[in-house]
């Protein structure tokens, strides 16, 4: 309870009045990992499978991008500030790589491995929209994005709002997207919002690729009420799923 007051003060200090709602209305539904993690195990497949699946070539972000990668590796040991690790950026940088998308968005950036992944594998009249909410009491905000290098700003859109205020904003400059990647608000009530918000964005033949489903039931939820089955697999002991829209 200390902890959710201290969270609610941040937000009434940056003026993120709106934010406050959301965390009150977390309730029972927050506490189901075990729940989805069974559910995830059931349905989890290999990641050769999962690219199988995508009919794309399985490509290394490392091995493709030396360059960048290094530089990220770099950038990453010089921030003062520690956040969340690079996730998943071969599925994404793969799949970017294997289409020529256009408009393409992502919630959540931290140090930005999934921004550069994307960003690298883009054709050059593609962009990424991110937005990404300065961790409540990190004083993170100078550190967000900081493994991007300057080459990539031209077609990088950073927006840095909680995303009930930053999608909509978003939304204003673009209607639709290619490829969506949720990396932001884990919590139950905060993904109920933004799932069925994003999906309607998502262009046909458009790519939904959500991290930490386990956390809560809140991923399982939407796929069965879209009646949608999901590609899942196993990434450093956390699940990731992909929708692909038809």
Not at 5 to 20: H, R, V
Not at 145 to 169: A, Y
């Amino acid at each position: 309870m200390i902890e959710k007051l201290k969270t609610i003060f941040w937000f009434l200090k940056k003026g993120y009045t709106i934010q406050i709602a959301s965390i009150l209305k977390r309730g029972r539904n927050e506490n189901t990992r075990n729940e989805s993690t069974v559910w995830c195990k059931a349905n989890e497949i290999s990641i050769n499978a999962v690219f199988e699946k995508l009919k794309i070539p399985q490509l290394s972000f490392k091995d493709q991008e030396k360059e960048y990668f290094e530089y990220a590796l770099s950038k990453e040991k010089e921030c003062p500030i520690q956040m969340v690790g690079r996730g998943a950026i071969d599925i994404l940088y793969s799949i970017v790589k294997s289409h020529e998308f256009k408009n393409t968005l992502e919630t959540g950036v931290a140090y930005g491995w999934s921004s550069l992944a994307i960003l690298a594998a883009l054709p050059k009249d593609g962009i990424l929209f991110s937005n990404d909410m300065p961790y409540p009491k990190l004083n993170n905000e100078d550190f967000v994005g900081i493994v991007v290098p300057e080459k990539f700003m031209s077609k990088w859109k950073l927006h840095r709002f909680p995303d009930v205020i930053g999608l909509p904003k978003i939304f204003k400059s673009v209607s639709s997207f290619d490829l969506i990647h949720y990396d932001s608000d884990k919590s139950y009530q905060g993904r109920r919002w933004s799932q069925p918000i994003l999906w309607d964005k998502l262009n046909k033949g458009g790519y939904f690729i959500s991290d930490d489903i386990n956390d809560n039931i809140a991923f399982k939820d939407f796929c069965e009420k879209i009646g949608k089955k999901p590609m899942i697999f196993k990434y450093d002991s956390k699940f990731v799923g992909i929708l692909k829209k038809d």
